[in-house]
Antibody
Framework: EVQLLESGGGLVQPGGSLRLSCAAS????????MSWVRQAPGKGLEWVSG????????YYADSVKGRFTISRDNSKNTLYLQMNSLRAEDTAVYYC????????????????WGQGTLVTVSS | QTVVTQEPSFSVSPGGTVTLTCGLS?????????PSWYQQTPGQAPRTLIY???TRSSGVPDRFFGSILGNKAALTITGAQADDESDYYC??????????FGGGTKLTVL
């Protein structure tokens, strides 16, 4: 059974940093691109960042480019999102999502999702 | 700036058929955008319905059908049931690793 378990969310002050993790199991992690998707309270889903199977290529939404860094450790089956210079508008539930197509460089869609971790940016 | 458009809301009668659409501000949607569709109820993680235009995700009933209709991606739900009442999101893959979500459609079954 595919499982994605996010952790690392919490309350952080504006300008602060946080690192999210997503522990994956039930599939061959290093065969799939992965992504982070967020949802602000009462709002829709927003794609945030993606990473290739090897971790050699990374992609970001304009809203987080230069502040967030996605990475993966294929030996630990874990996806990360390092978030710096956090702003109030980054407040959201952050989901990790698995790419649908094996060995594709990008995630062209997502077939499994974690339950999410809440990040609150507030003073 | 690329905008992915969805109807903000839609209603369908129980047992009826509804088609939700997913458009692109810059032009027609094709299979090259790998349109995918997700269902979400309040407080829950999204559930994948359709990816790569028309491939149903594991366990999704064949009441859910993805296609390209005209210049938009489309999600058709047949035999609507009460528990289909949810928010539905489409995603388009823009190339270079970037994906963009639509604003979502709130579907009411009444």
């Amino acid at each position: 059974e595919v499982q994605l378990l996010e952790s690392g969310g919490g309350l952080v002050q504006p300008g602060g940093s946080l690192r999210l993790s997503c522990a994956a199991s039930g599939f061959t992690f290093n065969n799939y691109a992965m992504s982070w998707v967020r949802q602000a309270p009462g709002k829709g889903l927003e794609w945030v960042s993606g990473i290739s199977v090897s971790g050699g290529s990374t992609y970001y939404a304009d809203s987080v480019k230069g502040r967030f860094t996605i990475s993966r450790d294929n030996s630990k089956n874990t996806l990360y999102l390092q978030m710096n210079s956090l702003r109030a508008e980054d407040t959201a539930v952050y989901y990790c999502a698995k790419g649908v197509i094996v060995l594709m460089v990008y995630a062209t869609g997502f077939d499994y999702w974690g339950q999410g971790t809440l990040v609150t940016v507030s003073s | 700036q690329t905008v992915v458009t969805q109807e903000p809301s839609f209603s369908v009668s129980p047992g009826g058929t509804v088609t939700l659409t997913c458009g692109l501000s810059s032009g027609p949607v094709s299979t090259s955008y790998y349109p995918s569709w997700y269902q979400q109820t309040p407080g829950q993680a999204p559930r994948t319905l359709i990816y790569s235009t028309n491939t149903r995700s594991s366990g999704v009933p064949d009441r859910f059908f993805g296609s390209i209709l005209g210049n938009k991606a489309a999600l058709t739900i047949t035999g609507a049931q009460a528990d289909d009442e949810s928010d539905y999101y489409c995603v388009l893959f823009m190339g270079s690793g970037i994906s963009v979500f639509g604003g979502g459609t709130k579907l009411t079954v009444l």
